[in-house]
């Protein structure tokens, strides 16, 4: 289990696989998904604009690698931000603060896939761009 998260909580890429069993399984809670939704919507956000700035901060041989992590993370924000729509923050929380496995909680769930996938190329992006530096 990674330093500083709870026991039974996933990040990175099992955090994708632990969210997305979830809403499958119906057991996804409705402020659970909200409030991760939020937080790892704007953590990717972030990570688009940090990749731009450092692109900027550091021209030169790693131009090409910056770009294609942020385009990585573009598509993950692009699908988080899909989530986002699908659960926006005024909606009312279903009875027991459970969310049903419906057509909302499958077009989450390939969101959050194709979410998963480009973050796991984010990944390996970001880990040649540190050999390259």
């Not at 969210?19 to 790892?40: F, P, S």
């Not at 279903?94 to 909302?104: F, M, T």
């Not at 194709?114 to 880990?127: I, K, N, P, T, W």
Request: proline fraction near 3%; aromatic fraction near 8%.
């Amino acid at each position: 289990m990674a330093k500083g998260v709870h026991e039974h909580y996933r990040a990175g890429l099992e955090g994708f696989n632990t969210w997305i069993r979830a809403l499958q399984n119906g057991k996804a809670g409705d402020t659970g998904m909200r409030y991760n939704m939020a937080v790892w919507l704007e953590c990717r956000q972030n990570a688009v604009g940090f990749l731009v700035e450092a692109k900027m901060r550091l021209p030169g041989r790693t131009d090409e690698l910056f770009d294609k992590a942020r385009m990585h993370y573009a598509v993950v924000t692009e699908n988080l931000g899909k989530v986002a729509e699908l659960y926006p923050w005024e909606s009312e929380a279903p009875a027991g603060n459970i969310l049903p496995i419906d057509s909302r909680s499958r077009a989450a769930v390939e969101a959050l896939k194709a979410a998963r996938e480009a973050e796991a190329g984010g990944l390996c992006s970001l880990e040649t761009i540190v050999q390259a530096l």
